[in-house]
């Protein structure tokens, strides 16, 4: 009898599904709207169904169903249970156990950040390695850490939070979480055109961003690539702290890499050139770096991460 | 058929040992001189003939023992092996399987503050939790990370390492390390003392520690006590960058508890309450923070953690 697994992105706006074979290859994916109304109270009805429609669409029965993987946008602790996910609305709540009830299939869950290094480190990125550490540079800024091939999800879930560590207590503009000076606030995509703005702002030089009315990240980076001063000074903030946060965080669970994914990653090696130069200039302890590599499975890592959970199981 | 095991702690200066029972009550301490003679060619058999001779005088043989944990002043991988130990003059060695081969017992090996990590987990301020993080502020500073009762050795064997992480790159005076700004030259017993001596420098107020030709981290803390301001000062110091750190870590593997050990933790709640205070300012993003609680160990640490690494396996 064929094996199959499901992994599932929950997100915000959208769930992402993929269907692999036990081999973990992946053979469809498809998506739904993510319906957060009522406290998010419709999403996991929502997902099984979703899934038991493409379970009679391919003739599929539970027992050809090894598991189903989720990854959760918030805190999600290791047997599942989520205490408050404010993207989606739910509070006091396991989807694990709540979609296993509704299908009668295993199911695991964890933090979609998380899930995502696990994905990378399975076939993307991290490929090969088996302590990974991924930050995914979109509109925040996420983290995940994966030891000995699995997920760290930490006592609370608040593992691999690492877009909130602080790398700059002097900065004056507040981060969403109420801190100041996150990560997220320098390394993120409205990071890097909020640093470059700032850096336009206080210097009378010439740039290429002063001829574009608004400028993303992208701007910033393809301006940098074709030399840019000042543009590229906001790519030297980004590097000082994501590097400096790499030195920290492998003076504390010294993995095997380092994998840079989401929208600003796009950038390519002009991106893990500069982390990879800071990470090294702060951990003059040791001879020996790891690498600094780019993520490889885009918006599917979620779905092969959480493919991946199941298998583990 | 009574069983025991010995936990041994190898230091710069001593080697301590601990008989303990099976239980994993400790029965006796002693110690030899560290022989660092000749690239520390020594130490092994001696640790080796110490063990042996006190094995005679209890009349244990072999089979009594179930097995020898040994924690290591260096980076030590989690099967032993030592690449370079520059307190003890060792390169390229596996401790452990050495002294296994000595003595025909099972030999454990782990790095010393991450051996102390599991002693405080253990017995010590760390009891009744299974994800640790100890800070020992000592000279240095050393760090081990516990999680799921077991500890990270990384896969360098730098996991752990949170005395060399940057807290503050702007520091004009270099740390052992090259690095400029690692925690250690705040929170040491050498760092407290020295922050102190340049606030005092920087300020025409008045101190209790200005009477005082040479004052130490213990001076500091006294004064502090009595209310001295500037002493107070070099505290929130001490406090504002262990507590960062403390929260950083917290972002990255989420503990149970943070306890603080080392000659400095004598100080008491002060230190506490002080590292509390910033590790709580940092770490927003949740309502749920952990203790930061006192190492009970003291200098048994090493002791305690060996021996349950041995009882482990």
């Known amino acids: 009898m064929?094996?199959?697994?499901?992994?599932?992105?929950?997100?915000?706006?959208?769930?992402?599904?993929?269907?692999?074979?036990?081999?973990?290859?992946?053979?469809?994916r498809w998506s739904i709207r993510t319906r957060t109304?009522?406290?998010?109270?419709?999403?996991?009805?929502?997902?099984?169904?979703?899934?038991?429609?493409?379970?009679?669409?391919?003739?599929?029965r539970r027992n050809n169903l090894i598991g189903i993987g989720i990854g959760i946008p918030g805190p999600t602790q290791s047997d599942?249970?989520?205490?408050?996910?404010?993207?989606?609305?739910?509070?006091?709540?396991?989807?694990?156990?709540?979609?296993?009830?509704?299908?009668?299939?295993?199911?695991?869950?964890?933090?979609?950040?998380?899930?995502?290094?696990?994905?990378?480190?399975?076939?993307?990125?991290g490929e090969g390695y088996r302590d990974v550490v991924l930050f995914t540079l979109g509109t925040g800024v996420g983290g995940g850490v994966i030891l000995d091939g699995k997920i760290l999800a930490g006592h609370r879930g608040l593992a691999g939070?690492?877009?909130?560590?602080?790398?700059?207590?002097?900065e004056p503009e507040a981060c969403n979480c109420g801190n100041h000076g996150c990560?997220?606030?320098?390394?993120?995509?409205?990071?890097?055109?909020?640093?470059?703005?700032?850096?336009?702002?206080?210097?009378?030089?010439?740039?290429?961003?002063?001829?574009?009315?608004?400028?993303?990240?992208?701007?910033?980076?393809?301006?940098?690539?074709?030399?840019?001063?000042?543009?590229?000074?906001?790519?030297?903030?980004?590097?000082?702290?994501?590097g400096?946060?790499?030195?920290?965080?492998?003076?504390?669970?010294?993995?095997?890499?380092?994998v840079i994914g989401g929208g600003v990653s796009k950038a390519g090696p002009i991106l893990t050139d500069v982390i990879s130069k800071y990470y090294k200039f702060y951990t003059p302890l040791t001879e020996k770096k790891v690498p600094v590599v780019l993520a490889e499975l885009g918006n599917d890592a979620g779905i092969y991460g959480a493919a991946r959970m199941a298998l583990d199981h």
Chains 1, 2 share one sequence.
Not at 2 to 27: A, M, P, R
Not at 161 to 170: A, F, K, M, R, Y
């Open 183 to 242: 990560l997220e606030q320098y390394a993120s995509a409205t990071g890097v055109a909020r640093v470059a703005a700032k850096i336009l702002r206080e210097s009378s030089k010439d740039s290429a961003l002063r001829g574009l009315r608004r400028f993303s990240a992208k701007d910033v980076f393809d301006a940098a690539k074709k030399g840019d001063e000042l543009s590229l000074q906001a790519v030297e903030v980004l590097g000082k702290y994501l």
């Open 2 to 28: 064929d094996q199959y697994c499901i992994g599932v992105d929950v997100g915000g706006t959208s769930v992402k599904f993929g269907l692999f074979s036990g081999e973990g290859d992946l053979l469809e």
């Open 37 to 60: 109304a009522e406290k998010g109270k419709y999403i996991l009805g929502d997902i099984a169904e979703s899934i038991a429609s493409k379970m009679e669409e391919k003739n599929l």
């Open 80 to 125: 599942g249970y989520v205490e408050v996910c404010v993207n989606l609305g739910w509070e006091d709540l396991n989807p694990a156990k709540e979609l296993q009830a509704l299908l009668g299939v295993p199911v695991f869950a964890g933090n979609d950040a998380n899930v995502a290094a696990l994905g990378e480190m399975w076939k993307g990125g």
């Open 161 to 170: 939070e690492l877009g909130h560590i602080t790398v700059n207590p002097d």
């Open 244 to 258: 400096r946060v790499c030195a920290t965080v492998a003076l504390t669970v010294d993995p095997d890499v380092f």
